[in-house]
């Protein structure tokens, strides 16, 4: 049984930082693509990042890459403790949602392509 669990998300004033991890069980961790997404009050689930098996390649969601390409969000992954972060910087009311982690077979920012997902994080960023 695979078991994705989401972690970090609390109440955090604007402009602060905070750091998800998505803890996996019940596959080979190394072998799957992993993604975060999120569902803001009232709005359908989108997704956010994503990371390659290895870690080496990366996609990001145009609201979270920022004009250089470069942050304010941040995808990682620990393969040695099964276990997919997302480094949130420079946070705004707007990224208040739930995120969720999924796993799926390949790099992709397509939910569909996503085969198992975590109960979500709630993250509630004040102004």
């Known amino acids: 049984q695979v078991q994705l669990v989401e972690s970090g998300g609390r109440l955090v004033q604007a402009g602060g930082s905070l750091r998800l991890s998505c803890a996996a069980s019940g596959r080979t961790f190394s072998s799957y693509a992993m993604g975060w997404f999120r569902q803001a009050p009232g709005k359908e689930r989108e997704f956010v990042a994503a990371v390659s098996r290895s870690g080496g390649d990366t996609y990001y969601a145009d609201s979270v890459k920022g004009p250089s390409g470069k942050g304010p969000f941040t995808i990682s992954r620990d393969n040695a403790k099964n276990t997919v972060y997302l480094q949130m910087n420079s946070l705004k009311p707007e990224d208040t949602a739930v995120y969720y982690c999924?796993?799926?077979?390949?790099?992709?920012?397509?939910?569909?392509?996503?085969?198992?997902w975590g109960q979500g994080t709630q993250v509630t960023v004040s102004s």
């Open positions: 999924a796993s799926a077979p390949f790099l992709t920012a397509a939910q569909a392509n996503y085969d198992y």
